[in-house]
Nanobody
């Protein structure tokens, strides 16, 4: 069974940093593109960062220049380094595998990790 376990969230002041981790199991991690999603209260889940199996990265405009996605295939883990955090980054963050030309997530979701940016 595919599982994703996200961690590393917390409460941080504006301008601060956090590093999120997502450990995957039950899947051949290294062959998949991976993505970090976030969902703020009352909003749809949005894809904020992707990394291909070859470590090519892409970012939503809202986080470009502030967030960095990376992966460690030996540990089946994907990371999201978040710098210069803003109030609007407050959300629950999730990871997932991405498939197809349109980067569809799998049906499996972890519990997510809460990021709260507040002074």
């Amino acid at each position: 069974q595919v599982q994703f376990v996200e961690s590393g969230g917390g409460l941080v002041q504006p301008g601060g940093s956090l590093r999120l981790s997502c450990a995957a199991s039950g899947t051949i991690f290294r062959i998949y593109a991976m993505g970090w999603y976030r969902q703020a209260p009352g909003k749809q889940r949005e894809l904020v960062a992707t990394i291909t199996s070859g470590s090519i990265t892409n970012y939503a405009d809202s986080v470009k220049g502030r967030f960095t996605i990376s992966r460690d295939n030996a540990k089946n883990t994907v990371y999201l380094q978040m710098n210069s955090l803003k109030y609007e980054d407050t959300a629950v963050y999730y990871c997932n595998t991405l498939s197809g030309y349109d980067l569809q997530p799998s049906d499996y979701w972890g519990q997510g990790t809460q990021v709260t940016v507040s002074s």
